[in-house]
């Protein structure tokens, strides 16, 4: 075919279909099991960088401030002292405490955004603080790969455990994830098989009795090991630890725990088999340097999680679930989790997903709403009397024709989760405006504070975003004093 006619050929062709695209249905036509065809007209390579850059820069602020104080909060700490254990069950809200005067520190940027009609905020959440001297709250940070590695989480739990007390790293699953965590050296015997709610499922499970940290592990062979550690760039309350909660369940058969501190054997324990979730507990009169866990049997039983941490104070746990949006969690087994949750009394759910919804580009994200919407419900079962944060997605850019610039479907990724909070009676956090919005993710990564891909934040960036979280919660408890 001759060069003209090709080019004619292209140019009747380009003609027809913007014809077709002109006249067919904005909202596109559903073609079943979920699947819409529709054209999308955003032009995202024709942006450019248009944010104030200065802006941005003055949000990140000089972290020399923050490294300085994470340098001294990475200090050993001095002897431990015995704490007594505390009870299953929640205690009776306590009576209010005289208003406290209003403080000079920082206030966020960003405030905590609430439903119209919505006049308790987080006061349920602060009225457990008032009491953490006696017994632990417990926060739970979930979200995707954003916050793995304890890259935000970390330094959140700081900041809440200097302010309110508590110490130790929380939930760990028995083996160490992809992206371990900074707050503590784990590692764990080869023969350990990983079950995950978030990753492609065994066909050969037929349950899903997930548990809190949304996976389990089990043992292959008769006897494995789980070992920690102190790590170096924990926060000093982190070093410290004075319980030891293992969850386990699922045995169907009798198994065997031994646990040895700096070499020492102090616990043996011979477990019968169980159908339900249990939890076996020990207290430490001074926290070990290296804590090992040893399970033996002719069979294993399903290994939810370990906690290592204090009987009282604010506990924050880090549980990612890497390339996940969110929606998983209506698939564990209700029962099963409430099992946990009566363990482990819940005061804040910290729910910061979004990365990975982002990417589908959808023309309308009404799917993800109401599938977000579930998870809160879900999540709402489970533990009643907490608060729920539902963190907005970051800044996530895309190689346009004049730089890296906002991802269109951030926008309305991020409509749809105030959407879905405001409906189930939550909490909403914009991480995207706190961040500075539009097209800043490429200042943060120019900044040292994210990494080249241009979606995550690095460590250094984590702390920013944890600390800005902070401020904004933290504003809530002085809104709550002053109505």
């Known amino acids: 075919m001759k060069p003209i006619k090709i080019l004619v050929f292209l140019i009747v062709t380009a003609a027809i279909l913007a014809a077709v695209a002109m006249l067919f249905p904005k909202d596109g036509i559903e073609l079943g099991g979920g699947i819409k065809l529709y054209f999308d007209f955003t032009d995202s390579q024709a942006d450019t960088v248009q944010n ?24 050993t700490l001095p002897a431990d002292t015995v704490v ?29 955004e609430f ?4 006049e308790v905020r987080l006061a349920p959440f602060f009225a457990a603080l008032a009491n953490c001297q006696n017994r632990q709250v417990r926060i739970l940070h979930y979200g995707d790969s954003q916050i793995e590695g304890d890259r935000i989480t970390g330094y959140f739990r700081n900041l809440m455990q200097k302010k309110y007390g508590g110490s130790g790293p929380g939930l760990m699953p028995a083996v160490p994830p992809v992206a371990k965590s900074s707050a503590i050296v784990h590692s764990a015997s080869s023969n350990w098989r990983v079950h995950s709610i978030y990753q492609k499922r065994d066909t050969s499970l037929h349950h899903q009795r997930f548990g809190i940290m949304g996976s389990f592990a089990q043992f292959g062979g008769s006897q494995a090991w789980i070992k920690f550690s102190p790590s170096g760039q924990a926060y000093k309350s982190v070093k410290k630890f004075t319980q030891c909660n293992i969850f386990y369940g699922h045995a169907d058969s009798a198994f065997t725990v031994k646990g040895y501190a700096d070499g020492e054997l102090l616990w043996f324990e011979d477990i019968d088999p169980t159908a339900d979730t249990k939890r076996l507990q020990w207290n430490f009169e001074q926290t070990p340097t290296n804590f090992r866990i040893e399970f033996g049997g002719s069979q294993s039983p399903d290994i939810y999680a370990v906690t290592l941490d204090s009987p009282a104070g604010v506990m924050v746990d880090n549980l990612p679930f890497r390339g996940s949006k969110g929606t998983e969690f209506v698939k564990i087994d209700l029962a099963q989790m409430k099992q946990m949750g009566h363990y482990l009394p819940v005061s804040l759910i910290i729910y910061e997903f979004g990365v990975n919804a982002v990417t589908n580009r959808s023309r309308s994200y009404s799917y993800y709403e109401e599938n977000l919407r579930k998870q809160l419900q879900y999540l709402k079962k489970v533990w009643p009397r907490a608060v729920i944060l539902v963190v907005g997605v970051s800044d996530m850019s895309e190689n346009g024709t004049n730089g890296y610039v906002t991802r269109s479907s951030v926008p309305k990724v991020i409509e749809a989760q105030r959407n879905a909070a405001f409906a189930e009676g939550c909490a909403f956090w914009n991480l995207y405006a706190a961040m500075g919005g539009r097209n800043s993710m490429p200042v943060w990564v120019e900044s040292g504070m994210a990494q080249k891909d241009y979606t995550h934040f690095n460590r250094k960036g984590g702390h920013r975003v944890a600390q800005m979280l902070f401020e904004a919660i933290m504003d809530e408890e002085e809104v709550g004093f002053s109505n």
């Open 52 to 75: 104030n850059i200065a802006d941005v820069v003055e949000i990140i602020g000089n972290t020399s401030a923050i490294e300085a104080e994470l340098k001294a909060d990475t200090t």
């Open 84 to 112: 007594l254990p505390q009870p299953d069950t929640l205690p009776a809200a306590p009576a209010p405490k005289p208003k406290p005067a209003r403080t000079d520190r920082p206030r966020s940027r960003q405030p905590i």
């Open 115 to 118: 439903a119209d009609d919505d």
